[in-house]
């Protein structure tokens, strides 16, 4: 699986985002996207919050997620959750 990591904008802010040829579709970091939206100081925590709320609500999106290693702020690859676009907007509309 070849993949191609690039870093969107949105609102001039940074979104990591990798290719995924094999499945031709983008996928995003999901931590990213609800820093943008949420402006929350921690980030991950409000992330793990969400996300288990979702689990116990039965949402498929949050079961679905996949990790990929992304470049990470200290400059090490890390595996963080990534949504393609369908899934996003999914968990934008329960942020």
């Known amino acids: 699986m070849e ?8 609102e ?3 979104v990591r985002s990798v290719w995924d040829d094999e499945q031709e579709k983008w996928f995003f970091s999901v931590v990213d996207v609800i820093q943008i939206l949420t402006e929350s100081i921690a980030v991950a925590a409000y992330w793990r919050k969400l996300k288990q709320r979702l689990k116990t609500e039965g949402n498929e999106t949050v079961t679905n997620l996949h990790g990929l290693k992304m470049l990470a702020t200290d400059g090490k ?9 369908e899934q996003l907007f999914r968990l934008i509309q329960s942020v």
Request: zero cysteines.
């Open 3 to 10: 993949q191609k990591f690039a870093i969107k904008l949105f």
């Open 12 to 14: 001039e802010e940074k």
């Open 77 to 85: 690859m890390r595996i963080t959750d990534v949504a393609d676009t």
